[in-house]
C-alpha cells in the first residue's frame, strides 16, 4: 500500500480523510453549488424573457404566435424594464389621459 506523509493514498482513503472530519461543510458545498447553479439558470431565463419583452405567462403558453408585437430591440426591451419598469416617460409637456381619454385612445 503507498504511502504519502504517513497516510494511504487511494479513494477510499481521501474520502475518509476529508469527507468524515468535514461532513457537514461537504454538504454545505454540494447544497452551495446546486444553489448557485439555480440561481444562474432562473438569471438567464429572465435575461432571456426580458430580450424578448415577454411575461413568464407569455413565455410558457405561447401567447404570442408570430411575433411578439410589444417588442423592441433588445437595448429598448431592457432599458424599459430596468429603468422604467412601471410606467412609459411621457415627452415633456405632455399630461396623462384620464381614465374615460385612455378607454377611448390608447397611448402610441
Known sequence: ???IAG???GGRHVLR?????????????VYSVVAFVAF???????ALMIKQNLT??????D???ERNPFCATCWEN??????F?????????????????????PLS
Open 7 to 9: 497516510f494511504p493514498v
Open 17 to 29: 480523510r476529508l469527507c468524515l472530519p468535514n461532513g457537514l461543510k461537504s454538504l454545505y458545498l
Open 63 to 65: 401567447y404570442y404566435l
Open 85 to 105: 419598469p412601471y410606467c412609459r416617460i411621457l415627452p415633456a409637456g405632455a399630461r396623462p389621459p384620464t381614465s374615460a381619454e385612455a378607454r377611448r385612445k
Open 56 to 61: 413568464t405567462n407569455e413565455h410558457i403558453c
Open 78 to 83: 431592457y432599458k424599459q424594464v430596468m429603468c
Open 1 to 3: 500500500e503507498a504511502r
Open 40 to 46: 444562474l439558470l432562473l438569471t438567464l431565463y429572465h
